[in-house]
């Protein structure tokens, strides 16, 4: 018999999907003000910093209002099929960059909305957001579309996408903490903007939490032993081990001196 607890747990990771697709979709709108205004503090966040791309930033306010619909519609509803649209959109236009990279032709894309200037820091070419970013996009928007999905095979496919495309941007987001410069370094084509792995890190979660009934959601969710352990020990993951690493760098980079 499930308790309670568990119900409210369930409701309040909803709401927290529908938090996170909020922030999701002001940072793309923010990011888009950035380009319209010429602000470059909300393009890159900091001058030696890579800027989020046009592309990326419209493919987030679309992930955003995909992620919320699905939350808030009923299966099989206006807002579903509405967020259903929105993740084909952002589909189309990643797997379009990732052909332009493959191929190493422009298909003209870039440059919809708005020209870059040729030399842009840490950039391949003008206007172009970069292929970890596009790959993120593609692993995203499918599991936007299959959010719908009961099987256990769907589910542990969309789950495993979901925590994929979150690798690669924790990668990033710890290599702009950590200031890992040999690492920026190895990538021949455009960098993820900090912002863009930020705004991948709590996409990824709240498709996780848009889900709480099915999938590794169910499992941290639950009133068992498993479940409250998972719940006790991710923040901790996830918090702590990374400043822990950053205080040993820095003892390490001290002690060179």
């Not at 923040?235 to 990374?242: D, H």
Request: net charge positive; glycine share 10%.
């Amino acid at each position: 018999m499930r308790s309670s607890f568990y119900a409210a747990r369930l409701s309040g990771s909803k709401i927290l999907a529908q938090i996170f697709a909020i922030v999701v979709l002001g940072i793309g709108c923010a990011v888009l003000a950035g380009w319209v205004f010429s602000i470059e503090a909300l393009k890159s966040v900091s001058p030696v910093f890579v800027s989020m791309k046009v592309n990326a930033a419209f493919c987030f306010v679309l992930c955003g209002l995909a992620l919320y619909f699905s939350v808030k519609g009923a299966p099989g509803g206006r807002g579903r099929r509405l967020a259903q649209g929105c993740a084909l959109v952002v589909a189309v236009f990643s797997f379009l960059t990732i052909v332009e990279y493959v191929l190493g032709r422009d298909l003209g894309i870039d440059r919809l909305l708005f020209t870059e200037p040729a030399g842009t820091i840490f950039t391949y070419a003008s206007g172009r957001m970069a292929l970890n970013t596009a790959t993120n996009f593609v692993l995203f928007s499918v599991v936007l579309m299959m959010l719908d999905a009961k099987s256990n095979c769907l589910c542990g496919i969309s789950d495993a996408a979901t925590l994929l495309a979150s690798f690669f941007a924790l990668t990033t987001a710890l290599a702009y903490f950590y200031d890992v410069r040999l690492f920026k370094g190895i990538f021949v084509y455009t960098l993820m903007a900090v912002h863009t792995a930020a705004a991948f890190l709590i996409l990824g979660a709240g498709l996780l939490a848009a889900r709480p009934d099915r999938g590794i959601m169910r499992e941290i969710l639950s009133d068992g032993a498993a479940g409250l352990m998972s719940r006790f020990l991710l923040p901790s993951l996830l918090l702590i081990t990374p400043v822990l690493g950053w205080l040993q760098l820095g003892g390490g980079t001290r002690g060179s001196l």
